[in-house]
């Protein structure tokens, strides 16, 4: 709490940094004992950490006879517009979120359909850490590697899960509590920049749902040039106009912690240019020197923001960059050199380098991705990129240009320099780097340039001397020019509910998954017809809500994720195939038990007689699946 006080001013933002950030360091700490304890224990002693130091704050304030509640800023005027902001905000995310994962009465779930991906990968962790007696680190989706995604906010679900409560409680509740936070930080964040009330509203409406023009297409009702309208399915997910950061909370968990995380630590570091505050720094290099394991791309994003201005800093000989240096760098490398040494080096199936080089977002862009769309390998992409980002951006793209106008204009303060060169960055590194094998991921530094960049521009508006009031006409016109196609995707989405979704945990899968839990090993292996590309295959049902490992999950998502599945995958389709053939194969490969469905049934249709006259035996069957021991 002392240190928190250094870096806020009032007590409901201390109130609403502690949730993200006592995630962060449960996760974190959980982790560590995780290596030696099961996860109960693991998570129980992370818990009591985090509650005994903050007793001990309560305990050292009430010591030292402080007030127990601060409220620094006067304006009720503003504390009213951050709660009503807060309020309606968190709701509308709420709604859209929890259609990502619903539950129907007769306790089946209903998996939305921009979801469909995402939400069983996540489930896959979650089951999998909450079911078994200790968490191993394994990649649920692939038997054997090292889990090459950030874990932190399926640890917590996990846990939660292991606790007893509900799946579908474990799995929300957490996010719901991470929006409140970010959506009442975020307001702060803008507040704290000196933003005007109006302006502050317009900021956080256009991070949120800041999009393109193609709303002007779907009001004139020209269905074709919108092959994206209601929902996020792959691989559309960036086509004509949804806004980024509603479609990264409702399927994309571990950006909802990366998001409040990246403003805590942003906040934190601004403060300490600011005032030349220690402490601050210290406090921007724990949070990004623990980001690997939340949000990869929100420590990326954070580190060329903060590593820009301490550039800057040093070139320009400030005194203010020895305390930078001293508080950021000393704590965020030593943390974050473990959690990046494991996404690095520990995994064992590489599929091509997660660092690449290339000029222009999704130029690279492999067959059936979503991307540009070029007559030919070889055609010129300026043109069809710039078309690409006008797409996808709209009149936000100017915003980078606006600074370099405004700027200009302005004495040197160390906040807007800060603000302008992380924006302008943010907008570049997507343009020049590629961080996994899916260039579509980079998008997330664009949420982020969109965020520096309206702040930079309303730092600047609010530092002018003359043509105040049209400065901040224009900025909130072209902030409104960029607002209804993410509003409208958004509110599409909320009106259609559940179509397109497909229901997880029926009957027959339910009466599955309570014997496979009964009377197979917690670390036993089944291969499924998840390890096969089909329409109605992502992720097996059964698999997930067992908590038992995958010989191979969902291709797509191996792909995207940079997992080598090549092999396997062979070795899958000789078994299938020919099972009696494959026997030597087989063994080179986790499987344990084969779980066959209706979906193996059509794509092999004499798999099981197959299996049977090679000597493999059925060990329990209902309708719709058979479930044979392999080894």
Known sequence: ?????????????????????????????????????????????????????????????????QNLWVREDSDRHYGLLRFCITVLISLTLFLLISQSLVQKPDGSLLIGRGAAVDTPYHLSQVARIGLTEKWDFEEPNFSGEFIKYPYFINLLSGFILKLGSPLVFAFHAP?????????????????????????????????????????????????????????????????????????????QRTFVLGFVLFILSM????????????????????????????????FIAASFVVGAMLTYLLVRQDKLFFNAARGFIFFAVPLAIPSMGALLLLPKYLLGNIFSLRLGWMTTTLPNNAGLNLPSADAV???????????????LILMPFAILTVFKKLPLKKELVFLS????????????????????????????????????????VGSLNKNKKLATGALIAAIIVSLPSGLISSFNILERGGEGGFVMFDKDQSNMVA????????????????????????????????GRKATMGFSTWLF?????????????????????????????????????????????PNLENSLEAAGWQSVVKNDSFNLIKLK
Do not use: C
Not at 198 to 226: E, H, K
Not at 523 to 545: C, E, G, K, R, T
């Open 1 to 65: 709490m002392r240190f928190a006080k250094g870096v806020f001013g009032e007590s409901s933002e201390i109130l609403a940094a502690s949730v993200p950030v006592a995630f962060l360091l449960f996760s974190a700490i959980t982790s560590v004992f995780l290596i030696v304890l099961p996860t109960l224990w693991a998570g129980l002693i992370g818990s009591f950490i985090i509650i005994v130091a903050g007793f001990f704050s309560f305990y050292t304030l009430n010591k030292n006879k």
């Open 560 to 604: 995207t994720h940079g997992i080598d599945f090549s092999e396997r995958s062979e070795i899958i389709k000789l078994f299938f195939n020919n099972p009696e053939n494959a026997k030597a194969e087989l063994e080179q490969i986790p499987a344990d038990y084969l779980l066959v469905d209706d979906i193996l049934r059509r794509n092999y």
């Open 515 to 546: 014997w496979i839990r009964s009377n197979t090993d917690e670390d036993d292996v089944f291969l499924s017809s998840a390890a096969i590309l089909d329409p109605n295959s992502i992720q097996n049902p059964v698999v997930i809500a067992a």
């Open 267 to 298: 906040r934190s570091f601004l403060e300490g240019l600011k005032n030349n505050n220690l402490i601050a720094f210290v406090w921007s290099g724990i949070i990004i020197g623990l980001l690997p394991l939340a949000h990869t791309h929100s």
């Open 381 to 395: 992409k300026f043109l069809p990129w710039l078309r690409y980002m006008w797409t996808n951006f709209g009149p």
């Open 421 to 460: 060169l992380g924006a302008l960055f943010l907008w570049i590194v997507p343009n020049i780097f590629q961080f996994q094998i899916w260039d579509f991921d980079t998008n997330k530094f664009f949420a982020y340039a969109i965020l520096f960049s309206v702040a930079a521009l309303g730092v600047a």
């Open 175 to 251: 996010i719901m509590l991470l929006v409140v936070s970010s959506i009442f930080l975020l307001v702060s964040f803008f507040r704290f920049l000196g933003l005007s009330k109006n302006i502050i509203i317009f900021a956080v409406l256009v991070t949120l749902f800041g999009g393109g023009l193609g709303y002007i297409s779907y009001l004139q009702g020209v269905i074709d040039s919108l092959p994206l309208r209601h929902s996020a399915p792959y691989p559309m997910q960036n086509i004509a106009y949804p806004a980024m950061v509603p479609l990264f909370f409702m399927v």
